[in-house]
């Protein structure tokens, strides 16, 4: 089940934050919220398309290993214009996985952004999510 | 046989005429001698052969050539159909003075049994033809596939079909790509090439590596090589040939190794990002808090998960560079907040070993052609051996500047324990480490070996000067943006920015 964490200090933004990893979101949730937004996680990637398709959210950070459906055929739904037309949500791939290029290509055609995780820390999350216009 | 009939009757009546003229002609000169001019019998019967010898010479003479017309119409007709008289012209029917419908038949059957001549040896070619093109094409043990000037399927053999999964398809005057659904691993592809050709070629022929062919209903792509022929205007209409050259057992082993690095990766770096994380808190919440030995303990952790951080990277890099997957995307940077946000990222690494790094940069430096995330990694190594081999010595000169060629020149100079002359040739090669520091200086002899490879992947060179006991200076040069050659440039890509650690769309101008 998707969790809701708010801010102390609401700017108006949502986030969906699909991560498996507990610890990860823990802290990402800590960095975000304290920045004004307001952040969902979902672990499970098939919970988390249905929630993305809702159109609610301003930023998805979106983790590609997540049980029952991987962030790539989550990237492909939420792109199909017949499946998902309109979306305004921006996609951040967030991931520690090296892509192979073919996939890299794929991901670089669909999503807004990407960030490899063990190369930033929460802080810098936060500044590079404020950078999204 | 009508037409035999008639012709032997016509021939009977003719002869008939002739032997009569002749025998009245005789008669009446025997007539004419008898009443006016000879008696003796003996005289008269000389007269008489006399004449019968030169009626017969002119009537023989006059009648031949009307007799013989027919044959001289059939052989006429011979000739014409003939290859080595075809200049003898068809005989003129019209003029036959009589046997017409026995000559006009007879000349038909000559032209008819020509045509049936030409055809048993037009198909006798055709058939010695298909078979070198049956026995070549289909038992060729490679997929082969030959297109017209449109890309549409004219041949392909068995191999081909059974290759893409398809036995039993009907592929002819499909698109090429209907069939071989291929995907190529750089912008460098088939119909690049082709276009090119096409432009100014009469003939081409080319090869790709690692090739992806998407065979439907199944998740196992293919790998292969492809090499392809072009020849214009063919005059068969063969434009283009394609063969294939199977290698996915050799390239899926290439990626197994490759994801074993990746998989391997994703474990280091998921505590990492976590242990980076929580020192990202603790940072921010012990601010000013801590006293000057704990602060001191904080910096050093971080620099250490960023260091580890930077390792992994490296190991990344360098699978991918021995794996031809090193790609990288050059786009115009300002060579000098790149450098400085890198030199700045490393300054905490620098500053827990008590060394400080200056920052020289020129004004008025062109825009280089870089890949950001890859350069920055560059600096990061060059620096991090600076910062391992920089002893007692406290400090670190980053300058750049331009050269006289017109490239942008950068240097990472340290005062410390240089280099050995024996070591400096081996120096950029993979896990080479200088063995006088081997037991003093950590290390794992990949920096330098991807710093080189992505340098010159930029298009620069990368090298060294170092005096033992003095210190080292390595240098690296990138090529101005615009002096890139255009296919280095990843033009449609523009609306990327990249940064050190990832890449952002400029929303306002990204469109899917």
């Given at each position: 089940m998707a969790q809701v964490f708010t801010s102390p200090?609401?700017?108006?933004k949502k986030i969906l934050c699909v991560e498996d990893e507990h610890f990860i979101s823990e802290l990402y949730v800590r960095a975000l919220t304290k920045a004004g937004y307001e952040v969902t996680v979902e672990v499970d990637g098939g919970l988390a398309l249905e929630l993305a398709k809702s159109?609610?959210?301003?930023v998805i950070l979106l983790?590609?290993?997540?049980?029952?459906?991987t962030g790539i055929e989550m990237l492909r739904h939420l792109r199909d214009p017949q499946e998902?037309?309109?979306?305004?949500s921006k996609i951040i791939i967030t991931t520690n996985l090296e892509q192979r290029d073919d996939i890299r290509a794929d991901i670089e055609n669909r999503a807004d952004g990407y960030l490899v995780k063990a190369e930033i820390t929460p802080r810098e999350l936060v500044e590079f999510v404020n950078s999204i216009k | 046989m009508d037409h035999l009939q008639k012709f032997a009757a016509q021939f009977r009546t003719r002869m008939f005429l002739i032997l009569f003229t002749n025998s009245m002609f005789i008669l009446g000169a025997w007539w004419i001698a008898d009443s006016?001019?000879?008696?003796e019998p003996e005289l008269m019967l000389a007269f008489l052969i006399s004449v019968s010898i030169i009626s017969i010479a002119i009537l023989g003479w006059l009648s031949a050539k009307y007799l013989i017309q027919p044959i001289t119409y059939i052989w006429q007709s011979i000739l014409h159909v003939s290859p080595e008289t075809a200049n003898t012209p068809a005989p003129?029917?019209?003029?036959?003075?009589?046997g017409r419908e026995l000559v006009t038949a007879l000349v038909s059957h000559v032209y008819q049994m020509a045509n049936v001549v030409d055809a048993v040896e037009k198909t006798a070619g055709e058939k010695h033809h298909d078979l070198h093109t049956d026995f070549v094409a289909n038992s060729l043990p490679l997929p082969l596939a030959v297109l017209d000037k449109d890309m549409n399927i004219l041949f392909v053999n068995n191999a081909l079909l059974k290759y893409t999964g398809?036995?039993?398809?009907?592929?002819?005057?499909?698109?090429v790509y209907s069939v071989l659904d291929m995907s190529f691993?750089?912008?460098?592809?088939f119909d690049r090439w082709l276009e090119k050709a096409r432009a100014d070629k009469i003939t081409s022929s080319h090869l790709w590596e690692r090739v992806r062919l998407n065979v439907p209903e199944s998740n196992h792509p293919r790998l292969f090589d492809l090499v392809a022929y072009y020849n214009k205007n063919n005059p068969e209409g063969f434009e283009i040939m394609l063969v294939l050259f199977d290698r996915t057992r050799q390239y899926s082993q290439d990626d197994q190794a490759m994801s074993f690095v990746a998989l391997a990766v994703h474990e280091l770096r998921t505590p990492l990002t976590l242990l980076r994380g929580y020192i990202d808190v603790f940072e921010e919440e012990l601010d000013g808090k801590l006293d000057d030995e704990m602060a001191g303990f904080m910096r050093k952790m971080k620099a250490a998960a960023q260091q580890l951080a930077a390792f992994t990277t490296n190991v990344l890099n360098v699978s991918r560079f021995e794996n031809d997957q090193l790609v990288l995307s050059l786009q115009e940077e300002k060579w000098g907040p790149l450098l400085e946000s890198a030199v700045n990222d490393m300054q905490l690494r620098a500053g827990v070993r008590g060394v400080k790094v200056t920052l020289k940069v020129d004004d008025a430096l062109p825009a280089v052609g870089a890949d950001a995330v890859s350069v920055y990694e560059v600096i990061v190594n060059l620096l991090d051996n600076a910062i391992k081999y920089s002893g007692k010595s406290k400090e670190i000169i980053v300058r750049s500047y331009l050269t006289k060629d017109g490239l942008i020149e950068t240097t990472v100079q340290d005062f410390g324990t240089g280099i050995p002359e024996s070591a400096m040739g081996n120096?950029?090669?993979?896990?080479?480490?200088?063995y006088h520091n081997r037991d003093k200086v950590g290390g794992t002899g990949m920096g330098l070996y991807i710093s080189k490879a992505i340098v010159t992947a930029h298009g620069g060179n990368i090298w060294v000067r170092s005096k033992e006991g003095q210190g080292t200076t390595f240098g690296f040069t990138l090529v101005p943006y615009a002096k890139l050659a255009d296919g280095q440039?990843?033009?449609?890509?523009?609306?990327v920015t990249r940064t050190a650690h990832g890449w952002i769309k400029n929303h306002s101008m990204y469109r899917r």
């Open positions: 200090n609401p700017i108006g159109n609610q959210f301003d983790d590609l290993m997540v049980p029952t459906m998902t037309p309109q979306l305004r | 006016f001019l000879i008696a003129n029917l019209k003029h036959v003075l009589f398809r036995a039993d398809a009907d592929t002819a005057g499909q698109n691993t750089n912008e460098h592809t120096l950029f090669d993979k896990f080479y480490r200088d440039k990843k033009g449609d890509n523009a609306d």
